[in-house]
């Protein structure tokens, strides 16, 4: 039956339970002043979907250029503080308790973030790819950390 729960031996994803303190935030994610911690999603769904917090590390200078991911399905889920994206030509503001999803190919620059800014991200497959694009307008600049 097409409705039926599948077993493990037919299954192609496994059981994942991630404590916090299972995995550290590290760095060596797509941008250097972010620590990503990842949550074992990848590795559950055999590479159909990552799920990693990403968490501010250094305060925002150049953000992350104008950009695509390569990808089906890209969300963002902010859970503290706040960052301030580029969609294409107009400033969004991304607050604790806000969703974003950023359709497939969606030009984008995250500019500016909060010194607590951490927030879920969700993205199938997992091993999306990022594309340099050329920016459709000029980007502000971003809030200094005091």
Known sequence: MDDM????????????????????FKSGGLRDFFLYRDLGIAAATNGKVIAQLVRAKEAPESGTGWHRHVADFHIVI??????????????????????????????????????DMEYLEIAGPADFSTVPMPGPCPVPEPTPWS
């Open 5 to 24: 729960i599948r077993t493990d031996a037919t299954s192609p994803t496994t059981f994942s339970h991630n404590h916090e303190g299972d995995t550290e």
């Open 78 to 115: 902010m859970l503290k503080g706040w960052a301030r994206f580029m969609y294409e030509d107009k400033v969004t503001l991304v607050k604790a308790g806000d969703t974003v999803h950023q359709r497939p190919g969606i030009v984008h620059f995250l500019f500016d973030y909060s010194p």
